[in-house]
């Protein structure tokens, strides 16, 4: 089997050299076409970025936690997704933006729990009150119960007056015979 597309006896067909130069020059640009696409789509922040230090990026990813992660700061993670959150952040405060509008586009994005508390504001206001009056509340019923499970039984009072010596001797000439 021979290859008629760089074969000299394939002249005599003419539409089957042409195809083949065709299908070659798409593959090949097609492929040019990929390798700009995937360089163009790597990460590089953009020059605003450059001038921003890490430790104003860390200013700001202290205040938002990991959308991934369960109780992570956003400055602790080291997962890839938080390395881009933190490269926004870079390129948002080389725009110029401050810290309030950084947090709000992130709460856009992933909601709430980016913030790691909820805000104080409609429903949310409940997350903050229940455990204080669940507490509050635990603990009334706690002393209430306490108050009646231990009630004082009311024991006759015996004073000194009512107790002559012959009760005494007599009590004591008891356990005496008892025990001697």
């Not at 089997?1 to 083949?20: C, E, K, V, W, Y």
């Not at 605003?48 to 938002?64: F, K, P, Q, W």
Request: charged content about 25%; hydrophobic content about 45%.
């Amino acid at each position: 089997m021979h290859n008629t597309l760089f074969d000299p006896r394939s002249a005599t067909q003419p539409h089957r050299r042409i195809f083949g130069v065709f299908l070659v020059l798409t593959l090949l640009l097609t492929g040019a076409f990929l390798t700009a696409a995937t360089v163009a789509a790597q990460d590089t922040p953009p020059a605003s970025a450059d001038n921003v230090t890490a430790d104003e990026v860390n200013e700001v990813a202290r205040e938002l936690w990991c959308p991934l992660c369960s109780g992570v700061r956003l400055d602790a993670c080291e997962l890839k997704a938080c390395d881009q959150m933190k490269e926004v952040i870079a390129i948002k405060l080389g725009e110029g933006e401050d810290t309030q509008t950084i947090k709000d586009y992130f709460v856009e994005q992933y909601g709430p729990q980016v913030l790691g508390a909820p805000p104080l504001e409609g429903f949310n206001w409940f997350a903050w009150i229940l455990p204080f009056a669940v507490l509050i509340g635990g603990g009334i019923f706690l002393w209430f119960r306490s108050r009646q499970l231990v009630q004082p039984v009311a024991a006759e009072a015996v004073s000194r007056e009512n107790v002559t010596k012959s009760d005494y001797e007599r009590k004591l000439d008891e356990e005496l015979k008892r025990y001697g």
